[in-house]
Nanobody
Framework: QVQMVESGGGLAQAGGSLRLSCTTS????????MGWFRQAPGKEREGVSC????????DYADSVKGRFTISRDNAENTLYLQMNSLKPEDTAMYYC???????????????????WGQGTQVTVSS
């Protein structure tokens, strides 16, 4: 009964901020890499940002570097994504993900996702 529940999505205006949270239950994820992926209608899912289980390594999509910050609190079983300077192109469904295997150097693209959350919608208006 593993659950990963996202929250914090909603409507924001361009230049605004949102903070996404992913709270996990039913399993221990303190030894898992975790991350955020997003998918806009008609487009392929892409990795936004991922973080090593220890928090020592992170990965960001080029499109969000300098604007988004990923963090985690293993004691609270929670993953966060602070999103600043939002742009309309950030509009998408955002999914929390976890995995403990990689197919290369640490990155969202190399992460073998084992668990997914149900998603939280982020909409950014002009």
């Amino acid at each position: 009964q593993v659950q990963m529940v996202e929250s914090g999505g909603g409507l924001a205006q361009a230049g605004g901020s949102l903070r996404l949270s992913c709270t996990t239950s039913g399993s221990t994820f303190d030894d898992y890499a975790m991350g955020w992926f997003r998918q806009a209608p008609g487009k392929e899912r892409e990795g936004v940002s991922c973080i090593h289980w220890s928090g020592s390594r992170t990965d960001y999509a080029d499109s969000v570097k300098g604007r988004f910050t990923i963090s985690r609190d293993n004691a609270e079983n929670t993953l966060y994504l602070q999103m600043n300077s939002l742009k309309p192109e950030d509009t998408a469904m955002y999914y929390c993900a976890a995995g403990n295997k990689y197919y290369g150097g640490f990155s969202c693209g190399a992460l073998n996702v084992e668990y997914w959350g149900q998603g939280t919608q982020v909409t950014v208006s002009s």
